[in-house]
């Protein structure tokens, strides 16, 4: 049910593109077709990355106007799990096809590795419909994200898919996610300080010591996820001629200190009109200590914690796109509100502006491409 769910709605936000209407609800659509959705930042990105393979000679040559004056290393700021995706749905169709397709299967990955995760917390297969189906629309942002080319929806499912796999003692698997994590985006490497903490403090900063070789051989197929992220970086140096590429992107670090997002003379902040920002960081923080009150200090507590601490540090005025690998966890910890009837009634009904929220985004949130048969 979740996964038809998540292909229904998502038919439904490409009808507009599909059928080019020129307005609806009084949103301009101006006519814009399906390929607004593919040149939604960052999917084009995403798409480059999928055809040259971080080539920067391929990148320079073919995307220039893509690059618009910055370097081919701008690129390695796109990490490959998502292109990956990409890239092998672009054997069977062509680029701009191919990324639709993986929005597709994205959807289809979310939508389970959210009934699953839900269903391993709650023993409880109504109630894990209920707070999927929560999640695959709320905070709003995460509908504008999940129909287009964005690897946000990829990410949380390799997350959940690591954790849900460590919930059931399947080391390798659960390490193999981690990898998969790690290499769509860089606070992947967050899941593997929460398997760090509770490995030390389960095991090193406790009396259970009897066991600790066998504990250590255990956390081993977790030392994956950082060398995977190694393994990109030296990856980098041999494409870029830097394993820093990364860090030296520039605009891609936004980590400064506490509630900086507030800070007007950010980079990536615009103006004064970020009142919403206060709500948001109000859901994490609560949501947050109501999922450790509810599930304790196991390891996606754990994540819960150091994720929640990493979106308060973070200065970008898309904040709310940060936070979603975090909401899945949110929406459990509140999920005791949803007990309420007419809580579910107010679900449904903003479902309806957060539709037209997503529409206005794809709308806007794009970068105009001159020739798209670089990208076939």
Known sequence: MSIGIALFSLGIMWLPFALRAKNLLGIDFAQAGMDRIVSNFDGINFLVVAKTAYNPELIANSFQDILNGRRPL???AHYPGYPMLIALIDIFVSGPNALLGSVIVSNILLSAALYLFFESLTKNREKAILLT???LFFPARMLSNRIVGSNESLFIFFILSSLIAQMKNRKWWSAVFGVFAVLTRSPGILLFGAYLIQFIFHNLLTKNRKDLMKQLNNFVPYLLIPLALIGLWIFYGHQFGSIWAYF???GNINIHW???VFGSHMDWISGI???DLIYL???IIGGGIAFLHKYKW???GIFVAIYGLFVIFVAHRDLARYSLPIM???IAGLSPILEYRYIKYIILVMIIPICLYAWQFVLVNYQPIMDWTRLL
């Open 74 to 76: 701008y690129f390695s």
């Open 133 to 135: 189906l929560v999640a």
């Open 248 to 250: 030296q992107v520039g």
């Open 258 to 260: 506490p509630f900086s």
């Open 273 to 275: 009109w970020n009142e």
């Open 281 to 283: 960081f109000t859901l």
């Open 298 to 300: 196991h390891t996606s």
């Open 328 to 330: 899945p966890f949110v």
